[in-house]
């Protein structure tokens, strides 16, 4: 039996090698693997705000512009790689006023990484260009495993993260330009926290961008989700061929809670416009990759792929830009006119043929067709130069048979080298194009080619 009188020295030195073996324990080396959000039941909210200058045109002065994005989902596993999300509320704010908001009572959405970006997708009715703002926004939840370290890390170990994280992340279409890089500044058994910073270059819908940032995120442990994320940004972007340059600072953040899968995929259920959650995607869910357009007067919608992007509007009138990469590829003006039943492709062709001749154009190829909406569309080429450049205008007029609904004329501008590349992009949005009278449509009056 020891001593009386050493007891406290054998103690204190005992004490003294548990604490420090405890210190030990909580500084080796951890392995931080990401769960498969694909497969958990997370409560999601993002909220980000942007402030700065907006750049229409290189000489032009630049115009402030505040931006505020605000988004509370319930997500649970979806079907194939996709998961389901029910919307508790959502809001795109741009100088105080709300321009666009999600409907918690329209049904669940899917979300789905594809091809190193989140796409979202509808139930039924398909998002507007501003609700894909908001659903899509940055910090998306799937794209944040690729901030995970791939090594074990202990307190004050480093590493680099890749394009393939941070462009998805913050919704870039391409990244040249990567140095970011994160350290490990606590760990424990139930939490890692970390920071990153650093410069991403790359490009947004085709206009090239430069994003400084800093951040902050902790990782939760025993779910091994991401659940906070809190990033400052700066970004200087130039002006695109569809949308205008910009000279901001915004912050960014992400909250994710885990959730019981079982409960929260019953409560996801119970919004899914059929009642069940079902794996059905086809029919279910709009067409992907598309986009809803719909005119200013609800005269009209239709759908369009993501490649087209508004640039102008009036009440009746929309133009439309089509992009690949920084390459402008088309544009396209569609107008609401009064019906235009009574005339034929004959009288149709002979308008479009008094407005181009004057200016050197030619016509090409016409038809008359029905659409797959039951529109009568009359088609009219006209091949010519604009700059310069061999060129071709599609004009298009689409009414409905026997009708007093107005009338859409539409044409489309492209040069002919681009041709093949564009193919038949304006093809899809006409033949997606469906007329919704209304009384405030109904008096519209005017060419179609005006």
């Known amino acids: 039996m020891l001593p009386i009188k050493r007891l406290p020295t054998v103690l204190g030195m005992t004490l003294t090698t548990l604490l420090t073996v405890g210190v030990v324990q909580a500084i080796e080396p951890a392995r931080l693997a990401p769960a498969d959000l694909t497969d958990r039941a997370v409560a999601v909210r993002v ?235 086809d029919g279910r869910f709009s067409p992907a990759g598309l986009v809803r357009i719909q005119s200013n007067d609800n005269a009209w919608e239709t759908l369009a792929s993501r490649d087209w992007h508004l640039t102008a509007q009036t009440r009746k009138t929309l133009a439309l830009r089509a992009a690949e990469g920084q390459e402008p590829l088309a544009t396209m003006l569609l107008r609401t006119v009064a019906s235009r039943h009574a005339k034929d492709l004959a009288a149709f062709t002979a308008e479009v043929q008094s407005q181009v001749e004057p200016e050197g154009g030619r016509l090409g190829a016409f038809e008359e067709r029905i659409t797959p909406s039951g529109l009568t569309c009359f088609t009219v080429v006209v091949l010519g130069k604009a700059e310069g450049i061999p060129t071709e205008w599609h004009h298009y007029l689409l009414q409905e048979p026997l009708s007093s609904a107005p009338a859409v004329s539409a044409v489309t501008r492209i040069a002919e080298s681009d041709r093949q590349r564009f193919a038949e992009g304006d093809r899809l949005l006409i033949d997606a194009l469906t007329l919704t009278p209304s009384e405030a449509t109904a008096s519209h009056t005017g060419s179609s080619l005006r």
């Not at 953040?253 to 409560?267: D, G, K, N, Q, V």
Request: glycine share 10%; aromatic share 2%.
């Open 47 to 281: 909220s980000l705000t942007v402030g700065g200058d907006l750049i229409v045109a290189p000489q032009s002065d630049p115009q402030p512009v505040r931006v505020e994005v605000m988004t509370e989902y319930l997500q649970t596993p979806g079907p194939g790689e996709g998961v389901l999300r029910r919307y508790e509320q959502g809001a795109l704010t741009v100088a105080k006023e709300t321009r666009s908001t999600i409907d918690p009572t329209r049904g669940v959405v899917l979300a789905q990484l594809l091809g190193g970006r989140v796409e979202c997708r509808a139930e039924r009715i398909a998002f507007s260009r501003s609700e894909l703002d908001l659903v899509e926004a940055p910090a998306d939840p799937l794209t944040t495993a690729g901030l995970f370290p791939t090594v074990k890390v202990a307190p004050g170990d480093r590493w680099t993260l890749e394009a393939d994280t941070l462009g998805p992340l913050l919704k870039l279409d391409s990244v040249s330009v990567c140095e970011v890089t994160a350290v490990l500044t606590d760990l424990t058994a139930s939490h890692a926290r970390f920071r990153m910073a650093g410069t991403v270059h790359g490009s947004v819908a085709g206009a090239t961008t430069e994003i400084d940032l800093r951040g902050v995120g902790l990782i939760d442990r025993q779910t091994r989700i991401l659940t906070q994320l809190n990033l400052g940004l700066e970004e200087r972007r130039a002006i695109g061929p569809a949308s205008p340059g910009l000279d901001v600072a915004a912050k960014l953040s992400l909250r994710c809670e885990p959730l019981s899968t079982t409960e929260a995929t019953e409560a996801v259920a119970a919004a899914a416009g059929n009642g069940t959650a079902t794996s059905e995607v």
